[in-house]
């Protein structure tokens, strides 16, 4: 059920059969109202498709355009902290999570150790360290964040066990990470080099991902065998990990295309295997079992909410690519240079003429900076910075919605939490 794809959802100010409040949720659950469905179908029965811009009405657009709003590239404006220093947690809890990290990366080596292994344990470490320790703990944090938010009565060795389960999400995201940046042939990662461009490393990155992703195994089995959750969680990381390569597939493959050829639809799939699941589903499913809670009905809502959280995530990545500032984001964006399906792509395409399609054509997926340049200016005169402010707020005004409307036993403070937190980032 493609339950994420409200995110595009026309705002309800312009339905002419918008549901009251108290039915709006039964509805969702039965299927979402997506403007890049309307669009998609619109471009096979008439030629209204061009009247939408990114998921808005072109009219809104226009009209929001010359009101000159202070929103425009409201995130480059925004040089708040990075997200994963703003999630509620206490000092004292953060640096309690960095300082397990000590544990984390004993134990791992340690395991190493015992298949005569003294040379990799020690490169781990290695690894461990230039990579794991640098990460925003976005991920780990949330998922600390929300097992407190389930639990009322939390003991040491419990909080301890969230925050263990934390880390497998760090090792995953590192996992990700690695692969991502030798795939992309990315230069920065988190304010420093990639562990890739490093002299002595090259692609021995490969095999240093795969160590980091089977350690998060070695962490489930040493610290949750005994408890009931165990399985669940197993499966889930599997699971998870699954669908997010199948998430990275598309994205490659869909980079050696031509942009003529990206669809809403298309960067919607993309988004929702790559980011969604493993950056937003994934922690707050675990938590939730870890905690103990099985109700599947608050399970299908938790992951509809985090889908499209995750989407919003997910276009704010992409114009952060384009339009963030590298001293802010900590990394050189090269999602032009790469010929990615990002959302600006997408939209461009929709929104531009047949000469501004042709420049597309001509310098989109080029690695020359007056080809690059060139494409960011067609952007700006096209209005997608504007349009994604627009876009940003409507976003950011449903999904609370939908949050608010969840059942018991969904997390709605921790939803809240991070949309909050994500709106208008800059990092």
């Not at 403007?35 to 998921?55: P, Y």
């Not at 003294?118 to 976005?138: C, I, M, Q």
């Not at 962490?219 to 998430?247: A, N, P, R, V």
Request: hydrophobic share 35%; net charge neutral; with cysteine.
């Amino acid at each position: 059920m493609n339950m994420f794809f409200l995110i595009h959802r026309l705002p309800r100010s312009l339905l002419t059969f918008s549901p009251s409040a108290n039915n709006l949720f039964s509805i969702l659950s039965g299927r979402y109202i997506s403007s890049s469905e309307i669009l998609q179908n619109s471009e096979q029965v008439n030629t209204k498709a061009k009247e939408r811009i990114g998921g808005l009405p072109s009219d809104l657009v226009n009209q929001k355009k010359l009101k000159k709003t202070s929103r425009t590239l409201s995130t480059l404006q925004n040089d708040s902290l990075p997200l994963a220093t703003r999630i509620s947690v206490s000092p004292n809890e953060s640096r309690d999570f960095m300082t397990l990290s000590t544990d984390i990366i004993r134990d791992l080596t340690d395991h190493a150790d015992k298949y005569n292994s003294k040379d990799a344990s020690t490169w781990l470490k290695k690894v461990l360290e230039y990579n794991v320790l640098h990460g925003k703990k976005f991920r780990g944090l949330l998922t600390v964040l929300t097992y407190k938010n389930l639990v009322k009565d939390i003991t040491t060795e419990n909080l301890k066990l969230a925050q263990i389960l934390g880390w497998c999400l760090e090792l995953l995201q590192c996992f990700l990470v690695l692969s991502d940046d030798i795939m992309d042939n990315s230069t920065t990662r988190r304010g420093q080099t990639c562990w890739h461009r490093l002299d002595n490393v090259g692609l021995i990155a490969f095999n240093d991902s795969i160590m980091l992703e089977n350690g998060i195994y070695v962490l489930l089995k040493k610290y949750f065998s005994h408890l009931e959750c165990y399985l669940d969680l197993m499966h889930l990381f599997h699971e998870m990990t699954f669908i997010t390569t199948c998430g990275q597939s598309l994205d490659m493959l869909n980079s050696n295309k031509s942009v003529s050829t990206f669809t809403m639809d298309t960067y919607k799939t993309i988004a929702a295997n790559k980011t969604s699941h493993y950056t937003f589903y994934l922690p707050i499913a675990a938590a939730m079992h870890l905690a103990g809670l099985k109700d599947a009905e608050a399970l299908r809502q938790t992951k509809m909410i985090a889908m499209e959280i995750g989407h919003f995530f997910q276009v704010q990545d992409d114009f952060l690519d384009c339009f963030g500032k590298p001293e802010v984001t900590g990394k050189l964006g090269t999602d032009i240079q790469d010929n990615k399906c990002s959302w600006l792509a997408v939209v461009c395409m929709q929104r531009a003429n047949d000469e501004q399609k042709a420049a597309m054509l001509e310098c989109y997926g080029k690695t020359e900076p007056d080809k690059v340049a060139q494409v960011k200016e067609l952007y700006k005169t096209l209005g997608l910075p504007n349009t994604y402010a627009d876009y940003e707020q409507e976003s950011y005004n449903m999904i609370k919605t939908h949050i608010q409307q969840t059942s018991r036993g969904v997390p709605q403070d921790t939803f809240l939490e991070v949309l909050n937190k994500i709106y208008q980032r800059s990092a």
